[in-house]
């Protein structure tokens, strides 16, 4: 009689042994599984985020081609307006000219163009291409802008067209 409990205590144990080692494997795979899935959801977050932040950046420079080409009829229409003298000015074919020229201008900075106020400022290489240097008229004006050749321009707080300047030294 003892040696039959003893043989069922066996065969108990090795039946609680090999279930504990099922349930063991199967934990196992469950954290696996839990793993993977926290992995993929995470790198699909990740990319949902990456996605938005991509169509954001595309719609904010998705004109700047565009504008890009309108820049130098912009300078044109500056240049234009910067030849006309002051009793041109007043006549109303010149009036409508400017009337013109402020309807684009205003229209690209609706846009989220921005003229760069180079002249005076401290040279930089993320914004200012340097044609030439001069000798600097005073000493203050060493290593800033001293004229600017043609105007350069932001889209959005991005570069989009170096200005060209003439630098002190």
Avoid: C, W
Avoid at 24 to 48: A, G, I, P, T, V
Avoid at 56 to 73: G, R, V
Avoid at 145 to 160: A, F, H, S, T
Wanted: no cysteine.
């Amino acid at each position: 009689e003892n040696s039959k409990k003893k043989s069922k205590k066996k065969k108990h144990s090795k039946k609680n042994k090999e279930e504990g080692r099922k349930i063991e494997e199967l934990e196992d795979k469950y954290d696996n599984l839990n793993d993977k899935y926290l992995r993929l959801y995470s790198e699909f977050d990740n990319f949902r985020k990456r996605t938005i932040k991509e169509k954001a950046e595309f719609s904010k420079t998705a004109n700047q081609y565009l504008i890009e080409d309108l820049l130098p009829i912009l300078d044109d229409f500056e240049r234009a307006v910067e030849a006309l003298d002051d009793d041109q000015k007043q006549e109303s074919s010149s009036e409508g000219f400017i009337l013109i020229y402020n309807k684009l201008k205003n229209t690209l900075k609706n846009k989220g163009l921005e003229e760069m106020d180079s002249k005076g400022k401290k040279f930089s290489t993320d914004f200012h291409d340097a044609l030439t240097q001069i000798p600097a008229p005073t000493e203050d004006q060493k290593g800033k802008v001293v004229d600017v050749i043609e105007k350069g321009y932001l889209l959005n707080g991005k570069v989009i067209r170096y200005a060209k300047v003439v630098v002190g030294k």
